[in-house]
């Protein structure tokens, strides 16, 4: 067997390992890889199934336009709220929690518990389709953001410490989320 071959194997081999790594993105949402432009499908409680969407796309200036700063800062510029200070911290009411940014259905409130962070923390998204997640390692630290999966929007971070029964924490920026009521 010459080098080359032995190289191409190892090579092959690392790449089986590297994708069956347990805690991998796609295990929590849609791995970016996957993703392709255009459609995609996402979970609906209206239809209480999976739809067709279009990938929401728009400049800087025009998420301005319809954003208020500080959901600006968190969606578009990976903001991240002081703790305690956003408006769904300790919010309790049944309904569910949309994307400020395109208005996906992003958390039901069955999954929304206090995790005493002063962040709204969820143990999982309203379905997996809904959400995208990806390394972050910025702030000398390695964590896992989330974003809306329709218009990439920063939602905030996904920790293995959340509690059954999925064991993880969705911790989530409220300028991020809207709430509506009552629909399940
Ligand atoms: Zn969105």
Redesign the pocket.
């Known amino acids: 067997m010459d080098k080359y071959r032995i190289y191409a194997m190892s090579f092959a081999a690392m790449l089986v390992l590297s994708s069956s790594v347990p805690g991998c993105a796609d295990k929590r949402g849609t791995s970016p890889a996957a993703e392709k432009e255009g459609a995609i499908k996402v979970y609906s409680s209206k239809t209480k199934g999976f739809v067709m969407s279009e990938k929401?796309i728009k400049t800087d200036l025009e998420w301005k336009k319809q954003l208020a700063p500080e959901q600006f800062h968190v969606l578009r510029e990976k903001g991240t709220e002081m703790a305690g200070t956003g408006i769904y911290a300790n919010h309790h009411e049944p309904g569910i929690y949309h994307?400020a940014?395109?208005?996906?259905e992003l958390f039901r409130s069955e999954a929304k518990y206090e995790s005493g962070t002063g962040w709204p923390s969820f143990f999982s998204p309203i379905s997996p389709e809904n959400i995208k997640t990806v390394a972050d390692n910025s702030l000398f630290s390695r964590r896992t953001e989330v974003l809306?999966?329709?218009?990439?929007?920063h939602l905030g971070h996904v920790f293995d410490d959340g509690p059954r029964p999925t064991g993880l924490r969705y911790c989530m920026n409220s300028a991020a989320l809207k709430f509506e009521t009552g629909r399940k």
């Not at 940014?101 to 996906?104: A, I, P, T, Y």
């Not at 809306?148 to 929007?153: A, I, L, M, Q, T």
């Open positions: 929401i994307c940014g395109c208005d996906l809306c999966r329709r218009c990439d929007g």
